[in-house]
C-alpha cells in the first residue's frame, strides 16, 4: 500500500532524505527526475525520484514495483551496468542512487568526437550479457541508455521495463492493440508492435533487435528503416523493419562495412527465430578493434557466473523474473522413483501442477503450460511445451498459449534439453536452470 505522498521539487542544495545533497539537475523523464548529488563524505552519485504525485493513483503501484525492478537489475555484478548504490522514499516518492557516469550517454560522445565502434559494441553486448544471463531482457536499448564511465567503459542504464512484459505495463485498447508500448519505436522489433505483440514473449532476441537498430545508426548517422522525424513517418518505418528492408546502401558506403555487414544482418532480421540468437554469437561477429589502446576485458559472469554449473545432486530452477521471484524449485527433489515427469503451469483453482506458478495481473501463463522429464537416457532435464490433460472424458496433449522458451528457442511438444546456466521463458516468468 502506498502511503502518502507529498510533492517535492529539489534544487541545488537541498538535502534528500537527509544524506544528499542535490548538486544539479541532470535530466527529467515521464515520470522521473534525475539529480546529481553528493554524500556527506563528497561521493557524487545520481540520484533518480520517481515523481509519484504525478501519476494517476491507479498505476502508482505498478509504477513502484517496476521501480523496485529498475533497482534489483542494477544489483547485478557487472561492470557493464551502472550500479544500483542504495534506495529509499522521500516525501512518500521512491529514489534510486545510482553510480554517476561523468562520460555522458552514446549521444553525446557521437557528437563530440569518433567512437571506437568494436568496443563500443563489445561493452554494449556484454551489458546484455550481464542481463540475459539473470533472466532479465532490457527492451529500451537505444543510445541514451549506453552511458561512459570515467574508467572508460560503456555501461547500460535506465532499466526500468527491463524484464519480461513487466507486469502489464503494457496495455491493450479496446481494439486489442497496445496503446502503450515501452521502448523507442525507432528500436523495437517487429514481434513486438505487431497488433498482436502484446502476446509475444520478451526474448533476448529482443534486445539484439535493438543492438543493431543502434549500431547501424552509429555506423552510419541514420536508422536503418527510414526516416523517422515524426508520426508520419512510423508506418512506412514499421513497415520496412517487418519486412527486412532495411538501407543496405548506407551501410556500404563505409570503407569498413563489409566488417559489419554480418553482424548487421543478423541483428536485423525480422523474425526472431532467424535473428542472430545470442549475445555469445554477435560478440563473435563484432570487428576487432582497430588498436591495441583499447582493451576489452572480459565480464565478470565469465569467472563468477553466481551460481554451480556443475551437477552434483541435481537440478533447480530460480525464479529470475516474475511474482515468484526468487522462489527456488528442486527439480530432482520433485521426483520419485516411479515418477520422472513433473508439471508447471499457472496456480489456479482447480489444477495441480508439481510447480505452480502465480501471476495477479496476467494470465500469460497456461494453467497447463509445460512438463518438465528427467530422460536417465541422456542423463538430462527435457522440456516439453504443453501437458497431457484430460478433457471431454479422454486424455490428449494440449499446448500452452503463448509457448515456452529456452533462451531464445521456442519449445515444441518434442522437447528440449535444458542444462545449468539456460534461461526458461514462460510467459511472463523467468526461470535460470541451476546445478546444486
Not at 542544495?13 to 523523464?29: R, S
Not at 539473470?134 to 527491463?162: M, Q, W
Not at 553466481?306 to 552434483?312: A, K, N, S
Amino acid at each position: 500500500m502506498i502511503e502518502h505522498i507529498e510533492r517535492c521539487n529539489f534544487s541545488s542544495g537541498d538535502l534528500i532524505d537527509n544524506t544528499y545533497t542535490v548538486v544539479k539537475l541532470l535530466g527529467e523523464g515521464t515520470f522521473g527526475v534525475v539529480y546529481k548529488v553528493a554524500d556527506f563524505k563528497g561521493n557524487l552519485y545520481a540520484l533518480k525520484l520517481l515523481r509519484l504525485w504525478e501519476v494517476h493513483p491507479t498505476i502508482r503501484e505498478g509504477l513502484v514495483r517496476r521501480f523496485d525492478m529498475e533497482y534489483e537489475t542494477g544489483r547485478i555484478d557487472s561492470p557493464y551496468l551502472v550500479h544500483s548504490i542504495s534506495h529509499g522514499f522521500v516525501c512518500g516518492n521512491p529514489y534510486i542512487v545510482m553510480e554517476l557516469c561523468t562520460g555522458g550517454d552514446l549521444v553525446t560522445q557521437s557528437e563530440t568526437r569518433e567512437l571506437d565502434l568494436p568496443v563500443v559494441a563489445r561493452h554494449v553486448l556484454l551489458g546484455l550479457k550481464a542481463l540475459h544471463s539473470c533472466g532479465k531482457v532490457h527492451r529500451d536499448l537505444k543510445p541514451e541508455n549506453v552511458l561512459l564511465k570515467s574508467d572508460g567503459i560503456y555501461a547500460l542504464t535506465d532499466f526500468g521495463i527491463s524484464g519480461d512484459r513487466n507486469k502489464r505495463m503494457t496495455e491493450s485498447n479496446i481494439l486489442g492493440r497496445p496503446k502503450q508500448i515501452f521502448g523507442t519505436y525507432a528500436y523495437i522489433p517487429p514481434e513486438q508492435v505487431k497488433p498482436r505483440g502484446r502476446d509475444s514473449t520478451v526474448l533476448p532476441t529482443t534486445d539484439i533487435f535493438s543492438f543493431g537498430v543502434m549500431m547501424y545508426q552509429l555506423l552510419t548517422n541514420e536508422l536503418p528503416f527510414g526516416p523517422l522525424d515524426d508520426e508520419g513517418d512510423l508506418p512506412e518505418y514499421l513497415r520496412n523493419g517487418r519486412n527486412g528492408n532495411w538501407n543496405r546502401v548506407v551501410l556500404r558506403r563505409r570503407e569498413d562495412w563489409q566488417q559489419w555487414n554480418a553482424l548487421i544482418t543478423g541483428c536485423l532480421r525480422p523474425d526472431f527465430q532467424q535473428r542472430i540468437q545470442s549475445v555469445d554469437e554477435a560478440l563473435d561477429l563484432v570487428p576487432l578493434p582497430p588498436n591495441e589502446n583499447h582493451p576489452v576485458e572480459e565480464s565478470h559472469e565469465d569467472q563468477n557466473l553466481g551460481y554451480q554449473v556443475r551437477i552434483v545432486n541435481g537440478v533447480l530452477l530460480r525464479v529470475m523474473q516474475g511474482e515468484d521471484y526468487g522462489k527456488v524449485f528442486w527439480l530432482d527433489n520433485l521426483i520419485s522413483d516411479d515418477r520422472s515427469i513433473l508439471t508447471m503451469g499457472r496456480s489456479d483453482y482447480g489444477v495441480n501442477n508439481d510447480i505452480n506458478l502465480h501471476e495477479t495481473d496476467s494470465t500469460y501463463v497456461s494453467r497447463h503450460h509445460c512438463t518438465l522429464e528427467l530422460d536417465y537416457s541422456i542423463g538430462s532435464w527435457v522440456i516439453r511445451d504443453g501437458q497431457w490433460v484430460m478433457f471431454a472424458g479422454r486424455g490428449e496433449w494440449r499446448n500452452s498459449t503463448n509457448g515456452t522458451f529456452v533462451n531464445s528457442s521456442q519449445v515444441n511438444s518434442n522437447g528440449m534439453v535444458f542444462n545449468p546456466g539456460d534461461i526458461i521463458s514462460i510467459g511472463e516468468v523467468k526461470l535460470r536452470a541451476e546445478a546444486y
